[in-house]
């Protein structure tokens, strides 16, 4: 098993631009998930992708997508970013009762 | 989604047993028990779940009460390295489809020599 990695690991970007967060799930397991973590908070569910599909959304806005690709890694594109948006993004993969989850992107939006 | 409520911290020494509680009244009968723990600049990390009875893994075991109103996380030995957040999340089994962690803001256990 190779775990959960995430890219970039920091990244600083300006209000407006867009974002793309890469992601490699864990040797077989075909769900994967992304969360967004305020400083101090617990991880908020953003959306989940199963077998290439997204299968459930948290509350967030349209410019929050994502995509999963046949070999189960994964990626979250955040348009029009915001200032708000500076937080820890984490991926998560899961295949059954257990997720695994990636170190994070940390996102700095000025 | 069914609530959870955890104290914000807790304190232990060492080598001590530590028993971290999780109240869910609200739970349902297809509601499993999870706990997750995260580690200062890192990911959470899975350690234990349970349906209705007690549960025990190479981590750590799991007291769910007979209601499954609350449950109990017990570290056996407390290490410097459990120092961490703990997280008691209620999680419906759904194959395939959205089964979603939803995540409060934990219990902060720290651990002194």
């Known amino acids: 098993e190779t775990g959960v990695t995430q890219s970039p690991t920091h990244l600083i970007k300006t209000r407006g631009q867009q974002v793309t967060l890469r992601c490699s799930s864990q040797?077989?397991?075909?769900?994967v998930s992304w969360y967004q973590q305020a400083l101090g908070q617990g991880p908020q569910f953003i959306f989940q992708y199963y077998r290439e599909e997204e299968n459930g959304r948290g509350n967030f806005p349209p410019r929050f997508s994502g995509l999963q690709f046949p070999n189960y890694s994964s990626e979250l594109n955040v348009n029009a970013l915001e200032l708000d948006d500076s937080a820890l993004y984490l991926c998560a993969s899961s295949q059954d009762y257990g997720y695994t989850f990636g170190s994070g992107t940390r996102l700095t939006v000025v | 989604d069914a609530k959870t409520t955890q104290p914000n911290s807790m304190e232990s020494n060492e080598e001590e047993p530590v028993h971290l509680p999780c109240n869910h009244s609200?739970?349902?009968?297809?509601?499993?028990i999870h706990w997750y723990r995260q580690l200062p600049s890192q990911g959470p990390e899975y350690v234990i779940h349970?349906?209705?009875s007690n549960v025990n893994n190479r981590m750590a075991s799991l007291a769910i009460a007979e209601d499954r109103k609350s449950s109990t996380l017990i570290l056996h030995r407390a290490t410097l390295r459990d120092a961490a957040v703990y997280y008691c999340?209620?999680?419906?089994?759904?194959?395939?489809?959205?089964?979603?962690?939803?995540f409060g803001t934990g219990t902060r256990l720290q651990v002194t020599l």
């Open positions: 349970g349906l209705t």
């Open positions: 999340i209620l999680r419906a089994m759904n194959t395939g489809t959205a089964s979603k962690l939803t």
């Open positions: 040797s077989g397991h075909n769900t």
């Open positions: 609200t739970i349902s009968g297809t509601d499993y």
